[in-house]
Nanobody, 130 residues
Framework: QVQLVESGGGLVQAGGSLRLSCAASGLTFSTYNMGWFRQAPGKEREFVAA????????YYADSVKGRFTISRDNAKNTVDLQMNSLRPEDAAVYYCAADNSDRGGYYYIRAARAAVYEYWGQGTQVTVSS
């Protein structure tokens, strides 16, 4: 069974940092593009960042570009999200998701669309106090 498990969430003050990690199992990790999404109460799930199967291509939502960094380690089957300069509006449950690269080419519109991701983790809570 495919499993994605997020960790690293917590409570930080505005301006602080957190590093989220997603551990994948049950799939050939290096063939999957990986993404991070978040959902705040009463809001739609939104794209945060994504990385191609190789780790060469990355995409970021405008709201986090310059503050967040996505990375992956295919030897460890993990994808991380380093979050710096956190703001109250960053508070949400953060989800890790896997998109099979065999489905086609990789580009922003694909990476940012939640519906293309086949597998999802259960999420990790990030809260930001001001």
């Amino acid at each position: 069974q495919v499993q994605l498990v997020e960790s690293g969430g917590g409570l930080v003050q505005a301006g602080g940092s957190l590093r989220l990690s997603c551990a994948a199992s049950g799939l050939t990790f290096s063939t999957y593009n990986m993404g991070w999404f978040r959902q705040a109460p009463g809001k739609e799930r939104e794209f945060v960042a994504a990385v191609s199967w190789s780790g060469v291509i990355t995409y970021y939502a405008d709201s986090v570009k310059g503050r967040f960094t996505i990375s992956r380690d295919n030897a460890k089957n993990t994808v991380d999200l380093q979050m710096n300069s956190l703001r109250p509006e960053d508070a949400a449950v953060y989800y890790c998701a896997a998109d099979n690269s065999d489905r086609g080419g990789y580009y922003y519109i694909r990476a940012a669309r939640a519906a293309v991701y086949e597998y999802w983790g259960q999420g990790t809570q990030v809260t930001v106090s001001s």
